[in-house]
């Protein structure tokens, strides 16, 4: 087995097409028409790379990808194919995977904290409006500044009451805050809740190191999200995803161009990421995918039609696999046109016509080569994985997760004390505060002229306005809490910066 590349198939001129290793990290496109093959390409790259000791992640959104955890059952069918690219040493096998799960049911539960996410992605997935994120913003800022550790939901929506109860010192102070625009925050919030982002958001939070294993005999596991229900909420899906992209970016170190990618992170269903998106938030993924590169991570993006990925994203995109297109509409043909005009030109190759006429199972593809020069389009013939094509059952599934090495690190929440516990417990003391009478201790004798009582009021506040000391004590927890919230991480898609 060669080390040193990927075989994708059988190129026209009767060569075999390699994806080379050391270009893994330039990133990639797989692309084409519904049934036309991309799911298993994608398993085949996905299983190449395991063999050659790169860590995998995938989301399984029709739940075929699971396939990539059991062998596959060859057939007459499969062995012609087989003999007519001239694959050696061809064995059934599958890859070794860990499965994960938003909701924990398929997989292990991938939790994040709020903060880590932070206000932008999250006003992404709660789908609000301007003036909504800018609330949001303002409701992160103020956490930030008073050390509120914001772990899960209850930790926000406890934030949020916070605000709402302050509402005019937080718009003085920070911006505008609209009772209406924190009421249609929190109904947001319990949408999202309902949708599964309660077991989203906690502990414990995904470790990045557990998507980039490797087996003892050097081959990279592959993480597979089961996105079967979890694609059915766009927003949260790609956000998810985003996430998960930007997080890897602020967190592994640069390391330039390595023989191989330390990961290789596949990014299905693409046009979901780039619809209705923020040009702010378009720009930032731009950025990520221009230089995560520099970190050892490939990015590969697979959807129907090339141009539904931006032509700033499409253009860092060096590894080429298109698979049919069919051109019934003028949205096809100008999907062909796109396709065809970023293929290094083959003089023996029509693409724009070519594209029209793939079976299932053959695409046109170009890889970089030497120095990174991308080759010429090739009509292939895509090698088959040698994993099943197809789903596993839930026994099959079952026995993975119970081998799984991480099992028993995520499969148990977490529940520590954070913003909620913190400001419950500030209630419930200023509520006991205001019941009890004043200590004997605390309040000066009065002279007569009620000198007593006004210092009292003073010092210790009345039930309608806080006294000195009260004032003095939330000063000194700012500004303790302002060092801390430094620390409160925002990545480069969070909106703050340093972690």
């Known amino acids: 087995m060669q080390m040193d590349s990927i075989l994708v198939g059988k190129g026209g001129s009767g060569d075999q097409v390699r994806l080379l290793a050391r270009y893994g990290n330039r990133h990639g496109l797989v692309a084409g028409a519904t049934g036309t093959g991309k799911t298993v390409t994608l398993m085949t790259l996905a299983e190449g790379f395991s063999r050659i000791g790169v860590p995998v992640f995938m989301a399984d959104a029709k739940g075929d990808v699971s396939g990539l955890a059991v062998p596959g059952e060859l057939n007459a069918k499969l062995q012609a194919r087989i003999d007519e690219i001239g694959i050696d040493g061809y064995t059934s096998e599958g890859a070794p995977t860990i499965f994960w799960d938003l909701y924990g049911n398929s997989g292990h539960p991938v939790r994040t904290t709020v903060s880590e996410v932070g206000p932008l992605l999250l006003a992404r997935m709660l789908e609000l409006n301007d003036t909504q994120s800018g609330v949001l913003d303002i409701a992160f800022k103020l956490a930030d500044d008073r050390g509120l550790l914001l772990l899960d939901l209850d930790d926000l929506r406890a934030l949020l009451s916070l605000v709402a109860a302050e509402r005019k010192a937080v718009s003085s102070e920070y911006g505008l805050v609209s009772s209406q625009s924190i009421g249609a925050i929190q109904r947001a ?251 004997a201790g605390n309040a000066p004798e009065d002279d007569g002229d009620g000198l007593g009582a006004r210092i009292s009021e003073w010092m210790w506040g009345t039930r309608r306005r806080q006294g000195a000391v009260e004032s003095m004590t939330k000063q000194v927890a700012r500004t303790i809490g302002s060092q801390i919230g430094r620390k409160i991480v925002r990545g480069i898609l969070g909106g703050f910066g340093g972690r």
């Open 189 to 439: 919030l319990l949408r999202l809740g309902q949708q599964g982002g309660d077991g989203f958001f906690g502990e414990p939070a995904l470790e990045l190191h557990d998507l980039m294993r490797t087996t003892p005999d050097g081959r990279g596991v592959v993480g597979i999200l089961d996105a079967t229900q979890l694609i059915l909420k766009p927003r949260l899906y790609s956000s998810f995803l985003l996430w998960l992209l930007s997080e890897l970016f602020e967190t592994l170190p640069e390391v330039g161009d390595l023989d191989k990618p330390k990961l290789v992170f596949v990014f299905d269903e693409a046009h979901l990421l780039f619809d209705d998106i923020p040009a702010s938030l378009r720009q930032r993924i731009e950025q990520v995918v221009r230089l995560i590169r520099s970190k050892g991570v490939g990015v590969y993006f697979c959807s129907q039609f090339p141009d539904d990925v931006p032509d700033e994203v499409l253009g860092q995109l060096g590894n080429r696999v298109q698979h049919a297109l069919r051109a019934y509409t003028p949205r096809d043909q100008k999907a062909v046109r796109t396709a065809a005009e970023t293929f290094v030109a083959n003089p023996a190759l029509d693409v724009a016509e070519t594209i029209g006429q793939l079976g299932v199972g053959e695409a046109l593809v170009s890889t970089l080569q030497a120095k990174g020069v991308p080759m010429p389009v090739e009509r292939t013939l895509v090698a088959p994985p040698r994993c099943r094509m197809g789903a596993i059952t839930d026994a099959e599934r079952q026995r993975v997760r119970a081998g799984s090495p991480v099992g028993g690190k995520y499969d148990t929440a977490v529940d520590r004390d954070s913003a909620a516990e913190l400001l419950a417990r500030k209630a419930e003391a200023a509520a006991e505060q205001a019941a009890a009478p004043p200590a």
